[in-house]
């Protein structure tokens, strides 16, 4: 079992700047991929960035130049820096890990961090 817990989010202005980060805790090995998701008011989840155990990071082109994703092994945390936040970006955060042992896959989802951006 893998338990993630999120926090950073809040309330912000547009141009402002929130940080995200997600501790992990658990069965945290074999991880492959780390990343969030978001999902706004009547929209499906879409992922915002991830970044693989070796370091490479993709993200949506919605959010690229202003997101940038790290991860902290050694505390088994992954970030998310979100610079010139515009209200669109206001949407629950998902923290997403995804562990491969063997032929399987597994997945782990935090409980969500709302982040609101006014305009």
């Known amino acids: 079992q893998v338990q993630l817990v999120e926090s950073g989010g809040g309330l912000v202005q547009a141009g402002g700047s929130l940080r995200l980060s997600c501790a992990a805790s658990?069965?945290?090995?074999?991880?492959?991929?780390m990343g969030w998701y978001r999902q706004a008011p009547g929209k499906q989840h879409k992922l915002v960035a991830a970044?693989?155990?070796?370091?490479?990071?993709n993200y949506a082109d919605s959010v690229k130049g202003r997101f940038t994703i790290s991860r902290d092994n050694a505390k088994n945390t992954v970030y998310l820096q979100m610079n010139s936040l515009k209200p669109e970006d206001t949407a629950v955060y998902y923290c997403?890990?995804?562990?491969?042992?063997?032929?399987?896959?597994?997945?782990?989802w935090g409980q969500g961090t709302q982040v609101t951006v006014t305009s």
């Open positions: 997403h890990l995804s562990r491969v042992v063997g032929p399987s896959e597994y997945d782990s």
């Open positions: 658990g069965s945290i090995f074999s991880i492959n991929v």
């Open positions: 970044i693989r155990s070796g370091g490479n990071t």
